[in-house]
C-alpha cells in the first residue's frame, strides 16, 4: 500500500502527534511542550509518585502480616506450655481453683490471637476496562 504523502503516513501510524513537536524543535523554537504534553508529564508525576505510595503501604502491610503470623505461632507455643505445666501439677494444690481459672483466661487469649489472621492475598490479573456500547439509534 503506498501512502500520498508522509503527513498521511504518520496519521495511519498514529503518529500525527508527534509532528508538532518536531517541527517546533527543528524550527529552533526550543523544548516547548503543548498542554496535552505537559498533561501527560504531570499525571506521569502523580502516578510515579502513587506507585512509590503503594510500595511502601505493600512493604508496611507485609510487616504488619508477618508480625500478627509471629503473633499467632507465639500464642501456639504458649498452648503448648500451658498444658505442659498443667501437667506437671500447676492447678493442683492449695487455692488451685485460681490456678484453673488463670489458665481457662489464657487459653481464651490464645484462641483470640490465632483467630482471623490475616494474610496477604496474591495479586489479581488487571481486567481490561470494558468498552461502552454504542447508543442505539431508533
Same mark, same amino acid.
Given at each position: 500500500?503506498?501512502?500520498r504523502? =508522509?503527513?498521511?503516513?504518520?496519521?495511519?501510524?498514529?503518529?500525527?502527534?508527534? =509532528?508538532?513537536? !518536531?517541527? !517546533?524543535?527543528?524550527?529552533?523554537?526550543?523544548?516547548?511542550?503543548? %498542554?496535552?504534553?505537559?498533561?501527560?508529564?504531570?499525571?506521569?508525576?502523580? =502516578?510515579?509518585?502513587?506507585?512509590?505510595?503503594? $510500595?511502601?503501604?505493600?512493604? !508496611?502491610?507485609? $510487616?504488619? =502480616?508477618a508480625? /500478627?503470623? @509471629?503473633?499467632?505461632?507465639? @500464642?501456639? $507455643?504458649?498452648?503448648?506450655? /500451658?498444658?505442659? @505445666?498443667?501437667?506437671?501439677?500447676?492447678?493442683?494444690?492449695?487455692?488451685?481453683?485460681?490456678?484453673?481459672?488463670? /489458665?481457662?483466661?489464657?487459653?481464651?487469649?490464645?484462641?483470640?490471637?490465632?483467630?482471623?489472621?490475616? !494474610?496477604?492475598?496474591?495479586?489479581? %490479573? $488487571?481486567?481490561?476496562?470494558?468498552?461502552?456500547? %454504542?447508543?442505539?439509534?431508533?
Open positions: 500500500m503506498k501512502y504523502s =508522509v503527513a498521511l503516513y504518520l496519521a495511519a501510524a498514529g503518529l500525527l502527534a508527534l =509532528v508538532p513537536l !518536531t517541527q !517546533t524543535r527543528a524550527q529552533g523554537g526550543g523544548d516547548k511542550k503543548t %498542554p496535552e504534553q505537559m498533561e501527560i508529564e504531570s499525571l506521569r508525576q502523580k =502516578v510515579d509518585a502513587q506507585a512509590l505510595e503503594l $510500595a511502601e503501604s505493600k512493604k !508496611t502491610l507485609e $510487616a504488619v =502480616v508480625y /500478627l503470623n @509471629a503473633q499467632s505461632d507465639a @500464642a501456639k $507455643a504458649m498452648e503448648s506450655t /500451658l498444658a505442659d @505445666a498443667e501437667k506437671k501439677g500447676f492447678a493442683v494444690g492449695e487455692n488451685w481453683g485460681s490456678r484453673v481459672v488463670l /489458665l481457662e483466661g489464657w487459653r481464651e487469649q490464645l484462641a483470640q490471637l490465632q483467630q482471623d489472621v490475616p !494474610t496477604i492475598a496474591a495479586p489479581k %490479573p $488487571a481486567v481490561p476496562a470494558e468498552q461502552p456500547k %454504542p447508543a442505539r439509534r431508533n
